[in-house]
């Protein structure tokens, strides 16, 4: 499970998402995996790097001063979009240090995660990362190895290759690899399981539930997917509910959003502006 997080990084965590959303639909795949790259490569400077995340998640410091820090020692390190996300996260307001470093990191996951959606591996992912969890579950010392930061981490991914080369998608084996280079003093089956269940979250988005008075026609249905994986930017497949209420018209929703064309939302509507 993931750690729980206090208000003020919560807060925090949320929008950040909601900008890295909004940015991997109309994103490219490539783009997305660069964002992850570089977001990985910031976590483990900030994990080696005690005064800096000490700073850079410092509350009493001017925003400007901590966006402006960060402006001075990736500017020229990253991309354009790694660099608006970092300043994003480090201008917000974290509860302690440790949740600016959670928030780089998950980031970084949820930018690898949005590269499975676009190319529509997320459903192979989310298997991949939940069943190599059970096996270190399974094989404690080969846990222990690959979590064992007295040894060089470029050995212990080149351990991790071995074991999944052929049996895994490449964003599950670049999940993985990043979790066995930062570690973070978790259980690597713990970790795996947190993946696939981001994964799983990940994958929510790109269901529409849609709700109808009436029955879709096939036909319909397909103009329907179709026209939401065009606005979306990712493949989405419907999940149809039956609701005579409705009166006609149809109410979509995609993740958090929602769109209400349903004729008994617009009688509704019109009944709240008629004079009391």
């Not at 003020?8 to 639909?25: K, P, Q, T």
């Not at 998640?57 to 001075?72: I, K, M, N, Q, W």
């Not at 570690?183 to 849609?210: I, K, Q, T």
Request: include cysteine; proline fraction near 4%.
């Amino acid at each position: 499970m993931a750690e729980v997080l206090q208000a003020a990084s919560r807060e925090s965590m949320a929008s950040a998402e909601a900008r890295l959303d909004a940015y991997a639909d109309s994103a490219q795949a490539a783009d997305l995996q660069r964002l992850g790259d570089e977001l990985f490569a910031v976590t483990r400077l900030l994990v080696e790097q005690r005064s800096l995340r000490r700073l850079l998640a410092d509350p009493t410091s001017p925003e400007a001063a901590r966006t402006g820090l960060v402006e001075r020692l990736f500017g020229q390190q990253v991309s354009a979009p790694t660099l608006d996300v970092a300043k994003g996260l480090v201008g917000a307001r974290w509860s302690r240090p440790a949740d600016l470093v959670s928030a780089f990191e998950t980031l970084a996951r949820q930018a690898l995660l949005a590269v499975a959606e676009k190319n529509g591996s997320l459903d192979d992912v989310e298997d991949e990362l939940f069943r190599f969890g059970r096996v270190v579950n399974r094989e404690p010392q080969l846990a222990t190895l690959l979590a064992d930061t007295t040894t060089p981490a470029d050995g212990r991914v080149a351990l991790l290759g071995r074991l999944v080369e052929g049996k895994a998608s490449p964003v599950a084996v670049a999940l993985l690899e990043q979790t066995v280079r930062l570690p973070r003093s978790r259980h690597l089956d713990v970790m795996c399981e947190e993946l696939a269940e981001l994964a799983a979250a990940r994958r929510d988005r790109s269901v529409a539930r849609v709700t109808t008075p009436v029955a879709l026609s096939s036909e319909q249905e397909q103009k329907l997917t179709d026209s939401l994986t065009r606005i979306y930017g990712r493949p989405v497949s419907l999940q149809v509910e039956l609701d005579p209420r409705l009166l006609g018209g149809l109410v979509v929703q995609v993740g958090g959003e929602v769109i209400d064309g349903s004729v008994a939302s617009r009688l509704a509507a019109a009944r709240r502006s008629l004079p009391s």
